[in-house]
C-alpha cells in the first residue's frame, strides 16, 4: 500500500511538471519584453561606427551593455527591457563625444522589438556636425514648426560634453545678393545660438557664424528641383577646441 501511495505521488508531481514544463516561460508570458534594434552611424561622414554602449535606467543602475558592429552596418542589439519604462543608452568613449540618448518604452502585453538608429559626434577638432533637417524654411530665420524636437539631440551633445567650444555656421539658400545673404545667415546661426543658450548652454563656449556664399560642398542645384522640394542653406555645429 505504501508502494502504490509512493507511485501515486510520482504521478501527480508529474503532472504538475508537465504542465508548468518552464516557469521561466510562464513568466515570460505574464511579464513580456522588449527587443531594441538599430544602427549606430558617424554624425559626421554618416559611416556605422563601432561603439561600446551602456544601458541604465532612470535611477542610473546599469542594465545591460552591448558593442554596435561597424561591419554589420553599425548594428546594435539590447534584449529584455520592460515595457513602460524608461532607458538611457550611453556611449562614453574617448575617440566621441559623450551621449545619452532617452529611450521611451511603450507598454504592451506581448514580446516587441523595436528599431532606433542613432548618431555618434567623433572628438575631432574642426569637425563639421551637420543639421540632418533644415532648421529653418527658404529665406527666413526663425526656426520651422517642430525644428526644436530635433534639435534637442544636438543640444545633449553640447551638455553632455561641457568642455568643448563650438561654432554655429550657417550657409544662404542661393548665391544671387552677398549683401542679403550675410544678413539671413548671421541671423540664423544667432537664432541657433540663442536657442542653445536658453536651453542651458554657457554663452563662452558658442559663437556664431554666417557665410556670404553657399556651402562648397552641398551647393544649390544646378538643375531645377522635383515638385515641392526646395533647397535651403545647411547649417552646421563646428567643433572648435576640444
Same mark, same amino acid.
Do not use: W
Given at each position: ?113 523595436? !528599431? ?5 559626434? %567623433?572628438?575631432?577638432?574642426? /569637425? +563639421?556636425?551637420?543639421?540632418? @533637417?533644415? #532648421? ?77 556664399? !553657399? ?5 544649390? %542645384?544646378?538643375?531645377?528641383? /522635383? +515638385?515641392?522640394?526646395?533647397? @535651403?542653406? #545647411? ?8
Amino acid at each position: 500500500m505504501k508502494i502504490s501511495n509512493f507511485i501515486r505521488v510520482i504521478v501527480i508531481i508529474s503532472v504538475i511538471l508537465l504542465a508548468f514544463p518552464n516557469a521561466n516561460a510562464q513568466q515570460s508570458l505574464v511579464n513580456p519584453v522588449v527587443a531594441v534594434t538599430g544602427s549606430v552611424f558617424n554624425a559626421v561622414t554618416h559611416e556605422p561606427v563601432t561603439v561600446f554602449i551602456v544601458v541604465v535606467d532612470e535611477t542610473g543602475k546599469r542594465i545591460s551593455a552591448t558593442r554596435s558592429n561597424s561591419a554589420e552596418n553599425g548594428y546594435y542589439y539590447i534584449p529584455s527591457l520592460k515595457p513602460g519604462k524608461k532607458y538611457y543608452l550611453t556611449v562614453n568613449q574617448p575617440e566621441y563625444c559623450k551621449e545619452k540618448f532617452e529611450l521611451d518604452i511603450a507598454n504592451t502585453t506581448k514580446y516587441q522589438e523595436i !528599431s532606433k538608429d542613432f548618431l555618434v559626434t %567623433p572628438m575631432v577638432q574642426n /569637425a +563639421k556636425i551637420p543639421l540632418m @533637417i533644415p #532648421p529653418f524654411e527658404l529665406n527666413k530665420s526663425k526656426l520651422r514648426v517642430g525644428a526644436e524636437d530635433f534639435l534637442e539631440d544636438l543640444n545633449s551633445t553640447l551638455t553632455n560634453n561641457p568642455q568643448i567650444k563650438f561654432e554655429i555656421l550657417c550657409y544662404p539658400d542661393n548665391d544671387v545678393d552677398k549683401a542679403r545673404n550675410k544678413q539671413l545667415t548671421d541671423e540664423r546661426s544667432k537664432t541657433l545660438l540663442n536657442f542653445f543658450i536658453t536651453k542651458g548652454i554657457d554663452p563662452t563656449r558658442v559663437s556664431a557664424y554666417g557665410s556670404v556664399t !553657399s556651402d562648397p560642398k552641398n551647393p544649390p %542645384p544646378t538643375s531645377k528641383k /522635383a +515638385k515641392g522640394k526646395r533647397y @535651403i542653406g #545647411p547649417s552646421y555645429i563646428v567643433i572648435k577646441q576640444l
